[in-house]
């Protein structure tokens, strides 16, 4: 009698930890949404570099414009997870504010992205790991920190971009619309509000396979046009079916 219980306890203390660190299994799908601004510097408006050594300067409100991005992932590991994006928005530059404000150039650009991206958590919170957390209804614990979750992303994407400039722009000749590839790389960080809703923000930069984003190019430029994204983002974890396909009623 002792020994069977001893081995009930045996069973009972290795299934508990090993069920535990599956518990992430239960929802791999997750849908996320996002909003924020960007933020474009390429040939026109900036400063030059003896006037601008980190590039800090060219950020300004003039050249934000806004975007709202789309994600599907899949959690491959606890740790890695692989993500479709869609992201549209516009860019913005002007010669405003800058080392060539004589010249007035100014394009207005519209932009779609798809990508395909991998995150990587290198911090990740325990609380998808308790079982009553998944379990229940009950919200995150008041300890903000240990709710949450940090990653980092990158990966390959494609840019359709269509580009308005102004008449000065336009005398000067004007590469209107086109299609680039990009490389998305960033951070992020998720709070983990409840066991189907995550908040979190995210940071990314695109680099971008082209110098004609803006419409134009300078004899000048040493390199391609760059953009960035900072995005709020509401992520709702679906649950996963017998099937491996997420459920979504």
Sequence with gaps: MMKRLILIILIF????????????????WEASGGLG?????????GYSISKNILGIKDISYLQTRFDFNGSLKYRITR???????????????????????????????????????????????????????????????????????FYAFTGIGGLKYNVKGND??????????????VIPVGLGSNYIYSQFMNFGIELGGRYAFTDYLDGYTSQYSKANDVYYFLNFTVTYKLKTGPNGLPIFR
């Design 13 to 28: 203390c290795t299934a508990v930890p090993f069920s535990e660190a599956q518990l992430w299994k239960m929802k791999r």
């Design 37 to 45: 601004m960007s933020q474009f510097f390429g040939d026109i408006g």
């Design 79 to 149: 740790e890695i997870n692989a993500r479709i994006s869609l992201t549209a928005g516009m860019l913005h530059a002007t010669d405003i504010r800058g080392s060539n404000e004589g010249r007035d150039y100014e394009s207005r650009i519209l932009i779609f992205e798809p990508a395909l991206l991998g995150e990587y958590y290198f911090i990740k919170s325990e609380m998808e790991n308790s079982y009553r957390f998944l379990k229940s209804k009950i919200k995150a614990k008041t300890d903000f920190f240990a709710s949450l979750d």
């Design 168 to 181: 000065a722009l336009v005398a000067r000749g004007l590469q209107n619309k086109g299609f680039c590839a």
